[in-house]
Nanobody
């Protein structure tokens, strides 16, 4: 089993910044790709960003240039800047067993964090 403990999140005005963190514990040897999804009410869960063990990262077009994902072994961070109201969502830390992040999709996730709310007001 792997446990993912998220921290960060909260409320901020548009243009502001927030940082999310996720610490993995337990049987971390199974972890390959790590990353973040988000899900707003009534919408599907979508990929935000992902990162491989070697540091290769991928971003959704909607956050490219505004968000930065980083990883130190099994501690994951997401620095979010220039936040917009449309970034309002519940953010979930997630991991797959795949080495690369090409398959970082909900159906490939083996462990999820509990979710943390990010609210951006205009």
């Amino acid at each position: 089993q792997v446990q993912l403990a998220e921290s960060g999140g909260g409320s901020v005005q548009a243009g502001g910044s927030l940082k999310l963190s996720c610490a993995a514990s337990g049987y971390t040897g199974v972890i390959g790709c790590m990353g973040w999804f988000r899900q707003a009410p009534g919408k599907e869960r979508e990929v935000v960003a992902s990162i491989e063990r070697n540091g290769n990262s991928r971003y959704a077009d909607s956050v490219q240039g505004r968000f930065t994902i980083s990883r130190d072994a099994f501690t994951l961070s997401l620095q979010m800047g220039s936040l917009k109201p449309e970034d309002t969502s519940t953010y979930y830390c997630a991991v797959t067993g795949y080495v690369d992040c090409r398959n970082f999709k909900p159906h490939n996730v083996i462990y999820w964090g509990q979710g943390t709310q990010v609210t951006v007001s205009s």
